[in-house]
């Protein structure tokens, strides 16, 4: 490895190909049925490509490194852009106030009007916690 001689071919320390708008938009749109986009996979193997042509033009391993960690943070902001924009679709304000009802009580102390931790019939002598004390 001593002897071989690298490019000296260099990236910025934030360069990468692909925008993050682009993958953002294209997860989003294959997400809302638009399959012609690239998917989370096609990236990935793009991105495989790309380090793979790079290490036979013998770029060197740290630059490729950089452009492996600028991939690896584009793509988890990207994927946060897309749950953003999924959760604030049109109507999806409407969809959450729908599901967000109480949930029935049916088992517990509460639904009764007691106290939970207690058995029935039993109350707590202050101070003392989870003892029971006969009426």
């Known amino acids: 490895m001593a002897d071989e001689k690298?490019?000296?071919?260099?990236?910025?320390?934030?360069?990468?190909?692909?925008?993050?708008?682009?993958?953002?938009?294209?997860?989003?749109k294959n997400f809302t049925g638009n399959k012609k986009f690239g998917s989370r996979e096609d990236l990935n193997k793009y991105h495989s490509d790309l380090k793979e042509k790079l290490t036979k033009q013998k770029v060197r391993p740290s630059e490729i490194a950089k452009l492996d960690k600028e991939f690896k943070a584009r793509m988890k902001r990207a994927n946060d852009d897309v749950q953003y924009k999924l959760a604030n679709r049109p109507g999806m304000k409407a969809e959450k106030k729908k599901q967000k009802g109480t949930i029935p009580d049916t088992g517990s102390a509460f639904a009764k009007g007691g106290r939970a931790g207690y058995s029935v019939g039993g109350r707590a002598e202050r101070g003392v916690s989870k003892i029971l004390i006969k009426k």
């Open 6 to 28: 690298f490019s000296k071919k260099t990236f910025g320390k934030t360069y990468y190909p692909i925008t993050q708008n682009e993958m953002s938009n294209n997860s989003f």
